[in-house]
């Protein structure tokens, strides 16, 4: 009787525990559908990066877009790739669901050659948050966003640029990888700066950040 009486015990926890498990996911999902972004990457494709590389941020880019419901009333997404000189991968009117956006995450081409980030982040705010690529006017309440991944130090400023690009109400994420400088992604990211600085060793490591940058994309503030 007593091993009967346990055994119920621990069964009733056990679905008591899976159901709030799933409760949270849920209502972190919920949160994530809820919050509507003109969101753009703005990603590092020099050399040190390598092909191999390149192909996990590929995937990485892909899986993180699942946090969102994207459509032309929804959250729209842009990739500005970056290396001697940024270039417009896709731009904010490009794509209108999920899946689009997601296959062309995983054939962003890379580029090669230095690493310009100043003029990236300069690049961005000036031709992708705009009307005609598809940002939506500021009256429509919707938050700007980047989400700068880079693994070395930048081969020119990026105060400036980063200053400008708050001033126009871009809030900027700043993931380093390897030999990224913790100081320059300070001067990148947003502020509080602890909530927007991300940091790995390597590029194995980008996938553990995934579920933290997701949350605070999810609270919306």
Not at 28 to 51: E, M, P, W
């Amino acid at each position: 009787m007593k091993a009967q009486f346990w055994c119920r015990i621990s069964l009733t926890l056990t679905i008591l525990a899976l159901t709030l498990y799933g409760d949270g996911v849920k209502g972190q999902r919920a949160g994530c559908k809820n919050v509507n972004y003109d969101l753009v990457f703005i990603l590092d494709t020099s050399s040190s990066v390598g092909k191999d590389n390149f192909e996990k941020i590929r995937q990485w880019v892909a899986n993180l877009v699942e946090s969102f419901d994207i459509g032309e009333d929804k959250t729209r997404v842009a990739v500005v790739r970056y290396s001697d000189r940024p270039t417009t991968e896709f731009n904010l009117a490009r794509y209108k669901t999920l899946d689009e956006v997601k296959r062309a995450a995983r054939n962003i081409r890379y580029l090669g050659g230095n690493t310009k980030t100043g003029d990236a982040i300069s690049y961005t705010t000036n031709n992708i948050f705009t009307i005609q690529t598809g940002a939506r006017p500021a009256a429509r309440g919707i938050q700007k966003v980047a989400i700068l991944l880079t693994d070395g130090r930048s081969q020119d400023y990026v105060l400036e640029p980063s200053t400008a690009a708050a001033r126009a109400g871009i809030r900027m994420f700043a993931v380093g990888i390897g030999e990224a400088l913790k100081e320059e992604l300070e001067e990148i990211a947003a502020e509080p700066k602890n909530a927007h600085v991300f940091h790995v060793t390597d590029f194995d490591a980008i996938d553990r950040i995934r579920g933290r940058l997701r949350r605070r994309l999810c609270e919306s503030k």
